[in-house]
């Protein structure tokens, strides 16, 4: 009497996967996030090779980025959204600081940042501010950026459209220094 082929590999594979559930056990899976829930000095070191690739390797200001007020506390801002991008040009998460520059526009001329207006500093560093600034949506990290008072365009700029260059750094110590800039307008 032969056996048809479904029956032989079920005679076959299911001990095997019976053996590997009874002799492999369950193993909880590593809390990967809690080395940094303390901070970044407890999980310093080389980033071995591949894993690198990993990490953020540039750095984008989406274009949703944008002059707006924020309705809960009725203050004008900067509501900045960025991406973090591995050497991919995937998005990821990153840990380390985002500094970032509000500077006034200057048309007509090579060097569009004219007088700095504002500056801000946002550390996700830790785990907990890390997520709270992650947008699942954008895949990209937002940040609102409160204005004590609005800017004034420079001289030349039209008064109907006034244009900001928004500038972000971003400072982890496991990738090099990564810059952004973008205009923004405020209508």
């Known amino acids: 009497m032969t056996r048809s082929l479904p029956d032989r590999c079920v ?5 095997a996967l019976l053996a590997g559930l009874l002799f492999g056990g369950c193993q909880q899976k590593p809390n990967v ?4 829930i303390h901070g970044p000095e407890q999980a310093k070191g080389k980033v071995p090779t591949p ?3 990993l990490l953020p390797q540039k750095i984008r200001i989406h274009p949703f980025t944008s002059m707006r007020t924020f309705e809960e506390s009725n ?5 900045a959204r960025i991406e973090t991008l591995d050497a991919f ?3 990821v998460k990153a840990f380390g600081e ?8 200057r048309a007509n ?7 700095l207006l504002n500056n801000w500093t946002v550390s996700v560093n830790d785990a907990r501010a890390n997520q709270m600034h992650w947008d699942h949506v954008t895949r990209a990290y937002l940040f609102k950026l409160e204005l004590t008072k609005l800017p004034e365009p420079e001289e030349n700029e039209k008064l109907e459209t006034k ?8 400072s982890s110590p496991y990738t090099n220094r990564l810059f952004a800039e973008h205009v923004i307008s405020l209508r």
Do not use: C, M, Q, T
């Open 98 to 105: 985002f500094r970032f520059e509000l500077w006034s526009y």
């Open 163 to 170: 244009r900001y260059v928004l500038v972000a750094v971003f």
């Open 89 to 91: 040009g995937d998005p």
């Open 75 to 79: 203050v004008r801002g900067v509501e």
């Open 51 to 53: 894993v690198d690739l």
């Open 11 to 15: 005679r076959l594979v299911l001990p």
């Open 109 to 115: 001329n090579v060097e569009h940042k004219g007088k």
């Open 33 to 36: 996030i809690e080395p940094y």
